[in-house]
């Protein structure tokens, strides 16, 4: 098969870099990299030379080399390094791989690192893949090292997010040991607030930390930085001055102009990539990361209660209109990719009628995934599909409105059950996930949920998972007022982590907790995780499951989802009536307006109970909706469970 690799632009012979700025694992091998993509274009503008090295395409590559000879079970391929940088990433995984000499060497804690993995269900194969991964660590480094060092850098930058925090800091300590002069930096999600100050204390061979939004201080910090003057001290700054670490603070407000960032460039990851033996096996995945805006602003008026995505930076920015389809065009054009996953915390509402339907109206098969929120109206699912928004993550995280009510989502579970059946009817993806193990949550809701799942196996199925207390959630900023305690980080960060207790809770980004009343949800959390497990299972053979027909005075329902009864219905001209009113949700009396004069509310009633008896319908505060699907439905693609 031959497989089209997405392009990178010819370029012309570099001079040596004055920076170097770097990708480590577990960047996802299928994206380039937008945070170093807009920091690259940030310099460049400034005249300041530099270049990216996706060092995390390196890392698979040099697995998959090492291993290619080996038995098939015993190889490394993109799969499992997929798996450490998603599915285990909440155990540390990543970071524990890179955590070797000069970095940490504790033999005793690394057997207790693994025992505590195997008692937490994490597989041994999953085990055993990523302690062969380790061992290939130090190699990879020294390699990685030697390349940086021959293209002469002055200044290495490193970006990291979630689990490229120990590999960057391994990797530069071991180029600060070999090249005392260059200046190393670090910057990324990891970093904010208390974080980036804790690792700059920490660790003393990074330099400086760059806290917050880079884009307006970073060309002024690295001219300073390659010509050798003092780091000045700007908002968001960690520097050291006479070996102390100094931490200026966080500007409240972000004074970065969205329509003055340069477009990112991903040139050098599309060439790193099209060097190495796994690209066709990741060319067909290959996804354009574009923002078109930062901040929530959800967030801004609600904060939810377990988020911390946001960090310091809430207040919601957007791009112009003309400035996001202009962006995308040109990224299509100049990468040969039609795909883009936007990194937006939540959609700009505005874009709905500013700029998607200029993007429909292009008539390119471009695909969008965005995050919104589970209030849209079907005209705005449609309007995003007609768009090429062919997924979303529209934060649904319950199928219970008292535990949505206590998260601050703004919505209710008849909301979310209604977006779902429209994203099925649409051809729209949804990535989502019901969460449990909030404080104070009605532990009825969980019998009750567990109870609704086989009434909606025919809609695409969410993740599983207990809540994480995250740092700049407002259950990490005010945990007595919602009865939680923090007990300490993670149970996994002391097992990568050579630094004491009180850096390494300033460290940390996600923490263990109680609960003030004493409840432990696994007790009654159980049967709703089971009900999700056998959806999944599911999935997507049950996919679409539950259709109706209408005919000449009568309607048809057809019920084969997994589960349940085979079954089929058939309802006269004014039940079929009955049941289409409710297809957007109704009331009874909405219902019997809509059928109109001569219409009983006792007997709209009564049928609307039975179609909930049936699992034909579902019933919340008097609204009823109507769960079958339309058998006429456009085809969806990536069935594939994930």
């Not at 409240?252 to 990851?269: H, K, W």
């Not at 904060?303 to 389809?325: E, I, L, Q």
């Not at 965005?370 to 062919?390: H, I, S």
Request: aromatic share 10%; with cysteine; net charge neutral.
């Amino acid at each position: 098969m031959t497989v089209r690799t997405p392009r990178a632009r010819k370029r012309r012979a570099r001079a040596t870099p004055s920076v170097m700025l770097l990708a480590m694992p577990w960047q996802w091998l299928s994206t380039p990299s937008i945070q170093l993509g807009l920091l690259h274009s940030v310099l460049e503008r400034a005249e300041i030379r530099s270049e990216v090295r996706t060092l995390a395409l390196d890392f698979m590559e040099h697995c998959r080399a090492e291993t290619a000879a080996r038995p098939e079970a015993e190889r490394i391929t993109v799969r499992d390094y997929g798996a450490v940088a998603t599915e285990y990433d909440g155990v540390g995984l990543g970071d524990w791989i890179f955590a070797v000499p000069p970095f940490r060497d504790d033999p005793e804690s690394d057997a207790r690192y693994l025992s505590t993995l195997r008692g937490r269900g994490v597989p041994e194969t999953a085990i055993a893949k990523a302690v062969t991964m380790r061992r290939l660590v130090p190699a990879f480094l020294v390699r990685a090292a030697d390349e940086v060092l021959a293209a002469g850098p002055r200044v290495v930058g490193f970006t990291t997010t979630f689990g490229q925090n120990v590999p960057s800091l391994v990797l530069a300590k071991i180029l600060a040991s070999r090249d005392p002069s260059l200046s190393i930096v670090f910057g990324g999600t990891n970093c904010d607030g208390p974080m980036g100050a804790a690792l700059h204390r920490a660790f003393p061979w990074v330099d400086v930390v760059v806290r917050g939004e880079a884009e307006r201080i970073l060309p002024e910090l690295m001219g300073d930085l390659v010509a050798g003057r003092p780091v000045r001290p700007r908002p968001g700054l960690c520097y050291r001055e006479d070996g102390r670490s100094i931490a200026v603070p966080q500007s409240g407000a972000s004074d970065v102009v969205m329509d003055e960032i340069p477009l990112p460039s991903f040139d050098e990851y599309f060439e790193r990539l099209g060097k190495t033996g796994f690209v066709e096996e990741v060319a067909l995945d290959v996804r354009l990361l574009y923002e078109s805006a930062r901040g929530c602003w959800w967030g801004a008026i609600l904060h939810c209660t377990f988020c911390g995505v946001n960090g310091t930076s809430m207040a919601f920015r957007s791009k112009s209109p003309d400035r996001v389809v202009e962006e995308v065009t040109t990224l299509a054009r100049r990468h040969g990719v039609l795909d883009f996953d936007v990194v937006d915390n939540i959609i700009d509402l505005d874009y709905l009628r500013t700029v998607l339907p200029r993007l429909k109206a292009l008539g390119y098969g471009m695909t969008f995934f965005y995050e919104t929120k589970a209030n849209l109206k079907k005209e705005q699912v449609r309007l995003l599909r007609d768009a090429g928004a062919t997924r979303i993550q529209p934060g649904l995280e319950s199928l219970s409105t008292p535990i949505l009510k206590l998260m601050r989502k703004g919505v209710t579970a008849f909301q979310n059950v209604r977006l779902l059946k429209w994203c099925a009817e649409l051809g729209v993806r949804v990535s989502w996930n019901v969460l449990h193990g909030f404080p104070r949550e009605p532990v009825e809701e969980y019998a009750r949920m567990a109870a609704l799942v086989p009434s909606l196996v025919h809609l695409e199925p969410p993740h599983d998972n207990p809540i994480t207390l995250q740092r700049f959630s407002p259950y990490h900023s005010r945990p007595a007022e919602f009865g939680l305690e923090i007990v300490g980080p993670r149970w996994w960060y002391p097992y990568v982590y050579p630094i004491d207790d009180a850096t390494l809770m300033d460290l940390a980004y996600s923490f263990e907790h109680r609960h003030a009343d004493g409840r432990d949800p696994r007790e009654y959390v159980a049967p709703l995780s089971r009900a999700i497990e056998a959806w999944r299972a599911g999935w997507p053979g049950g996919f679409r499951s539950l259709r109706y027909r209408r005919g000449p005075g009568f309607l048809v329902v057809h019920d084969r989802r997994p589960g349940l009864p085979r079954a089929d219905y058939t309802f006269g001209e004014r039940e079929a009536r009955v049941y289409t009113a409710c297809e957007d949700g109704a009331t009874v009396a909405e219902v019997c307006a809509a059928l109109g004069e001569g219409a009983g509310a006792d007997d709209v009633a009564q049928f609307l109970r039975r179609l909930v008896t049936l699992r034909l319908a579902y019933e919340e505060r008097g609204r009823y909706l109507a769960l079958a699907l339309a058998a006429d439905l456009p085809e969806i693609g990536g069935l594939e469970p994930r």
